[in-house]
């Protein structure tokens, strides 16, 4: 695109801020810039005058669960049944690694913190050990790592110099989530420098819609993957295309699931399996209205008692549609660096907005769910802080307590 088309697009979005240094620049760093502007996707700006989805929706009402007792009823006839999906190549895994250490003073991949206290052991590591002792009972899996623009060369070293943990090289796929642009309270898009649009991930729910414009889908297609296994880097404990997991959901004829544990408090910042006007739906913490989230049944237990650990399983005929169909925008309100008077700016206080698609959204077009619950001292240790809640010494406690090394 040359300077007077962009100049002609701007305009007819109010974004002219974009091309203010434009004069000043090199030859390299213009094109640089046209190149960014062409990306941008306008038209996401609109959703800083939309309400959530939770203010204009349905009634909410609680989520019924197969509840642990279920799952230790019928665990043989899930396990067998995952295990045949397995074997057939119907099931994939898809690992969320787009983040940075940085909450936990680690400037490097999330997943390359070093959890360990005697030996040296990566987040990264853990995880794969699970993948593997499921591949052992099977046959391996077809591995999809969503990483970031900021993370992915360090990711994709760090599994090469591990020799990918002893998986198969051919069956893990590194991809690159896309980004939507950031800006300010008024929706003016930010400069994060003279040449170059301020651009950030777009969520986790943009996991799979990434995947397939990184050309994947070709893989899907290939293997013959019919479900995908989408799991967080954050939680250390959890299972990995869990065969009874996989079984339950293909056994109930629903089009996706979720692994869930009973939330601790009504302030858990966790993201609750609900129904809203029948269909399912997952309410973030931040949106879920006080009054239900501390409402309680004549048991004592909280009505919406049902916390997802970002561990699901989709049908891929199903995640299609969402792609053709897009998923709701989630603004972010970010302290946001920025290029002001030529400068960067880094403010201490929240200065703009950053748009996010969540993985919760997708529950929805699924248009059915199965809340699958887990012990969750068992599969539930998120690593987010350094230290206190859903940090590294918690995690590292339970991991202990699950008799693993470190």
């Known amino acids: 695109m040359n300077y007077q088309n962009t100049e002609s697009l701007l305009k007819k979005y109010n974004q002219q801020q974009l091309l203010k240094y434009y004069d000043e620049l090199s030859e390299e760093d213009k094109r640089t810039l046209l190149d960014d502007i062409e990306k941008v996707n306008f038209g996401v700006i609109k959703n800083i005058h939309k309400k959530s989805e939770v203010a204009c929706g349905g009634k909410l009402e609680p989520c019924k669960a197969t509840s642990l007792k279920d799952v230790e009823k019928n665990y043989e006839k899930y396990t067998q049944e995952g295990i045949n999906l397995l074997n057939q190549n119907k099931v994939g895994a898809v690992l969320l690694a787009g983040g940075q250490g940085t909450r936990l003073g680690f400037s490097k991949p999330k997943g390359m913190f070093d959890i360990g206290e005697t030996r040296s052991v990566s987040i990264f590591e853990l995880l794969m050990q699970k993948v593997k002792s499921i591949a052992a009972k099977s046959k391996p899996f077809p591995l999809f790592i969503m990483t970031s623009t900021d993370n992915n060369a360090d990711t ?12 198969p090289q051919g069956k893990i796929h590194f991809y690159i989530q896309d980004t939507e642009p950031a800006c300010d ?23 799979y819609s990434s995947l397939v414009n990184a050309g994947l889908g070709k893989v899907l297609e290939k293997e013959g993957v019919e479900w995908l296994n989408v799991f967080g880097v954050d939680n250390v404990l959890q299972k990995i295309c869990d065969p009874a997991f996989i079984g339950a959901t293909k056994l109930s004829g629903f089009a996706s699931s979720a692994k869930v544990v009973k939330k601790c408090s009504p302030e858990e910042k966790v993201g609750v399996l609900c129904e809203q006007d029948g269909k399912p739906v997952i309410v973030e913490y931040f949106e879920m209205p006080e009054e239900l989230a501390k409402q309680r ?8 008692r049902f916390g997802v650990i970002l561990n699901y399983l989709f049908r891929v005929d199903m995640l299609n549609k969402t792609v053709k169909e897009k998923l709701p925008y989630h603004l972010a309100v970010k302290a946001l660096a920025h290029i002001e008077d030529g400068k960067l700016v880094k403010p201490e206080k929240p200065n703009g907005y950053k748009f996010e698609t969540l993985v919760v959204d997708m529950i929805k077009f699924m ?13 539930f240790a998120p690593v987010k802080n350094k230290s206190g809640i859903d940090s590294v010494d918690t995690a590292r406690a339970l991991l202990k307590l699950n008799g693993i090394n470190i």
Do not use: H, M
């Open 297 to 304: 049944d004549s048991d004592g237990e909280l009505s919406y």
């Open 156 to 167: 994709v070293q760090f599994f090469k110099d591990n020799n990918y943990f002893g998986y």
């Open 367 to 379: 248009g059915s769910c199965l809340a699958y619950e887990v012990v969750r001292e068992k599969e």
């Open 185 to 207: 309270l008024n929706g003016k898009i930010f400069l994060s420098a003279k040449n170059r649009v301020l651009l950030t991930p777009n969520g986790n729910g943009g996991w």
